[in-house]
């Protein structure tokens, strides 16, 4: 399974290659094919603003629903959210949305 390049049009990416190519707002990364720059396209920081969202609000229930003698087990959970959030964010830019152009270019 491979991403059409939008630049070439050629299956260049590999999944954990879109993945790494970051979101709309990076550089991007080269195409193996054809040199020029691609990143993630809006689907991604969709997903990311929710996933993030969604990561604030159970941190933020976990924040108040813990007290100070639980905070070891609070902190634990809310490392093992922020480390969840990423990994669904990667795995999104893995399997889903297109490539496209980086806003931002080389000069
Ligand atoms: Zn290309």
Redesign the pocket.
């Known amino acids: 399974m491979k991403y059409i390049?939008p630049?070439?049009g050629?299956k260049?990416f590999s999944p954990l290659q879109k993945a790494l190519a970051g979101s709309y707002r990076s550089m991007g990364k080269p195409?193996p094919?054809?040199g020029?720059r691609?990143c993630n396209g809006m689907a991604s920081i969709y997903f990311d603003s929710i996933v993030s969202v969604i990561a604030f609000v159970l941190i933020m229930i976990i924040y108040f629903q813990f007290d100070a003698s639980q905070k070891t087990q609070s902190s634990i959970l809310i490392v093992i959210i922020i480390a969840v959030s990423f990994v669904l964010s990667f795995l999104f830019r893995m399997f889903f949305g297109k490539l496209v152009e980086p806003i931002r270019r080389m000069q």
Do not use: G
């Open positions: 390049c630049h070439c050629e260049a195409c094919n054809c020029k691609c």
